[in-house]
């Protein structure tokens, strides 16, 4: 079992920043992707980021390109989402998820453990 926590999100004006974190526990962190979704209200969950393994590969889909980034820490067993120029479409609840294979994926039924999720809020 890994267990998921995030944290870091909360209220911010258009064109702020939030740091989205992710803590792990359990199993050994470093043999996991990870990745982050989101949900919108009203709309299905998608896929936002994710990272491999060792860190040495990422994915993005295309609307956060550039905007955001993520990273890891395998010491800290903690994974990272840089959010930057946040736009009221960003609103969503965020969710990191494990997937216990070596490149990062996309897909939603890769993904083995997921946590609680948390608000993140973009006023115009």
């Known amino acids: 079992q890994v267990q998921l926590v995030e944290s870091g999100g909360g209220l911010v004006q258009a064109g702020g920043s939030l740091r989205l974190s992710c803590a792990a526990s359990?199993?050994?962190?470093?043999?996991?992707?990870m990745g982050w979704f989101r949900q919108a209200p009203g709309k299905e969950r998608e896929f936002v980021a994710a990272?491999?393994?060792?860190?040495?590969?990422?994915s993005y889909t295309d609307s956060v390109k550039g905007r955001f980034t993520i990273s890891r820490d395998n010491v800290k067993n903690t994974v990272y989402l840089q959010m930057n120029s946040l736009k009221p479409e960003d609103t969503a609840v965020y969710y990191c998820?494990?997937?216990?294979?070596?490149?990062?994926?996309?897909?939603?039924?890769?993904?083995?453990?997921w946590g609680q999720g948390t608000q993140v809020t973009v006023s115009s």
């Open positions: 990272i491999s393994r060792t860190g040495g590969s990422t």
């Open positions: 359990g199993r050994t962190f470093s043999g996991y992707a």
């Open positions: 998820a494990a997937a216990y294979r070596i490149l990062p994926a996309r897909e939603q039924d890769e993904y083995d453990y």
